[in-house]
Nanobody
Framework: QVQLVESGGGVVQAGGSLKLSCTSS????????MAWYRQAPGKSRVEVAV???????DYAGSVKGRFTISRANAKSTIYLQMNSLRPEDTGIYYC????????????WGQGTQVTVSS
């Protein structure tokens, strides 16, 4: 199975920046995509950024223009650069990966806490 490990979470003041990392035990070339999800206190887990094998990216409207997802294939790692952070960005950020062959499989990391103070 695929193992995902996140790092880089912490506490930052509003307007600040933070960069998250996620390292996969499987090369990105064998996955359909990798993504970052966020679960805010008392809310459902939602996708905030996704990167596909061809490099195409997509973002949730709430983070577009502030967050950037990228990857480093050599180390099977993806990043989430978060700028202009707001208190509503607070939550647990999870790394997600999906494999579609031979069957669809989803994998999740343990999550890393991000707290943005006002």
């Amino acid at each position: 199975q695929v193992q995902l490990v996140e790092s880089g979470g912490g506490v930052v003041q509003a307007g600040g920046s933070l960069k998250l990392s996620c390292t996969s035990s499987r090369s990105f070339g064998s996955l359909s995509h990798m993504a970052w999800y966020r679960q805010a206190p008392g809310k459902s887990r939602v996708e905030v950024a996704v990167i596909f094998r061809d490099g195409k990216t997509d973002y949730a409207g709430s983070v577009k223009g502030r967050f950037t997802i990228s990857r480093a294939n050599a180390k099977s790692t993806i990043y989430l650069q978060m700028n202009s952070l707001r208190p509503e960005d607070t939550g647990i950020y999870y790394c997600h990966a999906q494999k579609i062959f031979p069957e669809v499989s989803d994998y999740w990391g343990q999550g890393t806490q991000v707290t943005v103070s006002s």
